[in-house]
C-alpha cells in the first residue's frame, strides 16, 4: 500500500488549499484514511479521517467549518480541502492509511504513511 501527497504550498492567511492523497496497492472502501500533521517543535496530531464505507470526522474544533475530507473512489484519491487557512495551520501534512481499522484519531492504527507535504501560512 502506497500513499502520495500533493497541493501543499504557500499561501496567505485566509486562502485555500487543497491536499490531494492517491492510494495505490488497495482501495479506499478498504482502508480507511486520516490525515494528520506535524508543526515544527510540536507533536503529530490528528486532523480528519474518512472511513472506509465514507464517513468523515474533522478532529479539531478550529478546523471544523474550514477543512473538509472527501474521495473519489474512480481515481483511489482522498482530498482534504482547507480554507480560510491561518499561520498556525502552517504543517507538513500527511496521510496515512488504516487497513480495516475505523477512523481514529490516534495515528496507532494507521500503517502506511505518505511523505508528507507542506503547508505554509502567510500572516
Known amino acids: 500500500l502506497q500513499l502520495v501527497e500533493s497541493g501543499g504550498g504557500l499561501v496567505q492567511s485566509g486562502g485555500s488549499l487543497r491536499l490531494s492523497c492517491r492510494v495505490s496497492g488497495s482501495t479506499l472502501m478498504a482502508n480507511a484514511v486520516g490525515w494528520f500533521r506535524q508543526a515544527p517543535g510540536k507533536g503529530r496530531e490528528g486532523v480528519s479521517c474518512?472511513?472506509?464505507?465514507?464517513?468523515?470526522?474533522n478532529y479539531i474544533d478550529s478546523m471544523k467549518g474550514r477543512f473538509t475530507v472527501s474521495r473519489d473512489l474512480a481515481k483511489d484519491t482522498v482530498y482534504l480541502q482547507m480554507d480560510g487557512l491561518q499561520p498556525e495551520d502552517s504543517a507538513v501534512y500527511y496521510c496515512?492509511?488504516?487497513?480495516?481499522?475505523?477512523?481514529?484519531?490516534?495515528?496507532?492504527?494507521?500503517?502506511?504513511w505518505g511523505q508528507g507535504t507542506q503547508v505554509t501560512v502567510s500572516s
Open positions: 496515512a492509511a488504516a487497513p480495516q481499522f475505523p477512523c481514529s484519531r490516534s495515528s496507532e492504527h494507521f500503517s502506511s
Open positions: 474518512i472511513s472506509s464505507s465514507g464517513g468523515s470526522i
